[in-house]
């Protein structure tokens, strides 16, 4: 199922492997994306000294592509992703409290919802979209200590699913 393209990082033919590094997602911090091979591919930068927090997701040029802010006024744990123009891309929002795992909803603007369901703190989850697998989030790619990989189906906006995955690591790993 293909939701959105256009961005580098986007292939049809095959997944791609990213590689994020636990905790490293964190307002004021900034850390490079990299491919499986170690190439940097996609860039964080944490922005410090803002009245909300803020992330913004570069490809490698140092373009932005996607901007993750907390909203200010919330009931339960939200944050939005908006495209370079300002348009808003999606709203992630923690479920309810569900004892077994955790679960959470991304809100797409102009497609269908996502699930996300899984031990988000511990990086083992998945994101679903109409109940087909579009990207898993886990730690068995990669055997370096405090770091984790995000597989992507082919055909996916590979920028938005790891801009997906920053704001759920930001929001999960919030003091």
Do not use: C
């Not at 900034?30 to 803020?54: H, P, Q, S």
């Amino acid at each position: 199922m293909k939701l959105f393209g256009g961005h580098e990082g986007h292939d049809e033919e095959k997944k791609h492997i990213y590689r994020m590094h636990e905790k490293l997602v964190s307002i004021g911090d900034d850390y490079w994306i990299e491919n499986e091979e170690g190439k940097r591919e996609f860039y964080v930068d944490g922005k410090a000294f803002r009245l909300r927090n803020t992330l913004i997701l570069k490809d490698s040029q140092g373009r932005d592509l996607y901007k993750i802010q907390e909203r200010l006024l919330k009931i339960r744990d939200t944050m939005d992703i908006t495209r370079v123009d300002d348009g808003l891309a999606a709203t992630i929002k923690k479920s309810f409290i569900n004892i077994l795992r955790d679960s959470w909803t991304v809100e797409i603007s102009d497609g269908p919802e996502m699930k996300l369901k899984g031990d988000i703190l511990d990086h083992e989850y998945r994101i679903d979209v109409e109940g087909e697998r579009i990207a898993e989030i886990s730690k068995k790619w990669f055997h370096i200590r405090d770091t984790y990989g995000v597989e992507i189906e082919p055909g996916q906006d590979n920028a938005f699913i790891l801009a997906i995955t920053a704001a759920l690591d930001q929001m999960a790993h919030e003091d």
